[in-house]
């Protein structure tokens, strides 16, 4: 799903059905056909429940509209259910790529969540991994080795760091799923990504090694100012139409602030 601008798509989200589970639930300007979809395709086998990644407006997005339109009951992490409860507070870029979900009264996650595919029962138990977002969970299925993976995952090389982001608390969490060993992670940016210790370890050694060319610069004595145009090149078009939310001295800062630092 995505807002699209002049024809073009914005930013694309995955949500995903496992049997009678919705998992995610798009951004606002997808809700009416996010409804549509569920109503149509799922007339045989209906969904029953859906569950939320984690608070942002690309993933909540639909969710109101499937509880009102079609009485699902919604569950979110439990530190994300006040914050839709009262309505999320978006930078105004974010509005503008997304628009704000409306609000809506979510129910806590609690340690497993269940999924009837075709007569089975997949159980999924529910893994914090803030980082991202510090109400962030990814789902856990260990007799098929899915890992629901939200936001965790997205690209093996991010460059840009949101300024309300933790790099190393994100890089625990994903030592903490590779240690659970999944063979496919079913990500909302990225598809399916099989493969997926390999994946994860990739990433987590981007982070590292990036920390540690960081931290060899400012041993010679280089300023912030000029370690991520070295690293990472210049800022790019995320900095400027995000105003500086994410960006490439968000990560340095973040990774020389670690705990390895
Ligand atoms: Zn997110």
Redesign the pocket.
Same mark, same amino acid.
């Given at each position: 799903m995505a807002r699209s601008l002049l024809g073009r798509p914005l930013h694309e989200v995955s949500a995903y059905r496992i049997g009678d589970l919705l998992v995610d639930s798009g951004p606002p300007p997808t809700a009416r056909r996010l409804v549509e979809w569920c109503r149509d395709a799922t007339e045989y086998s209906p969904i029953a429940r859906v569950v939320l990644? /984690?608070h /942002?407006e +690309? /993933?909540v997005g639909g969710a109101a509209a499937l509880q009102e339109a079609l009485g699902l009951p919604v569950l979110a992490p439990a530190t994300a259910v006040p914050i839709l409860a009262e309505g999320l507070r978006m930078p105004l870029y974010r509005r503008v790529v997304w628009s704000s979900p409306a609000r809506f009264r979510a129910l806590p996650l609690g340690e497993e969540v269940v999924a009837r595919v075709q007569g089975d029962e997949l159980r999924f138990q529910v893994i914090p991994t803030p980082g991202? &977002?510090f109400t /962030?969970v990814c789902l856990w299925e260990p007799s098929r080795r899915w890992l629901v993976s939200? +936001?965790l995952y997205v690209h093996p090389r991010v460059k840009y760091l949101r300024r309300i982001e933790d790099v190393w608390v994100h890089v625990e969490s994903l030592r903490r799923v590779r240690a659970l060993e999944p063979e496919i992670l079913i990500c &909302?940016h990225a598809g399916l990504v099989r493969d997926a210790c390999a994946a994860i370890e990739r990433k987590i050694a981007w982070w590292r090694g990036l920390a540690e060319e960081a931290r060899a610069l400012r041993s010679k004595g280089w300023r912030l100012r000029r370690i991520p145009r070295r690293l990472l090149g210049r800022e790019g078009f995320l900095f400027y139409a995000s105003f500086g939310d994410f960006s490439k001295r968000n990560l340095v800062r973040n990774l020389l602030d670690g705990p390895q630092a």
């Open positions: 990644t /984690h /942002h +690309d /993933h991202h &977002a /962030h939200g +936001d &909302a």
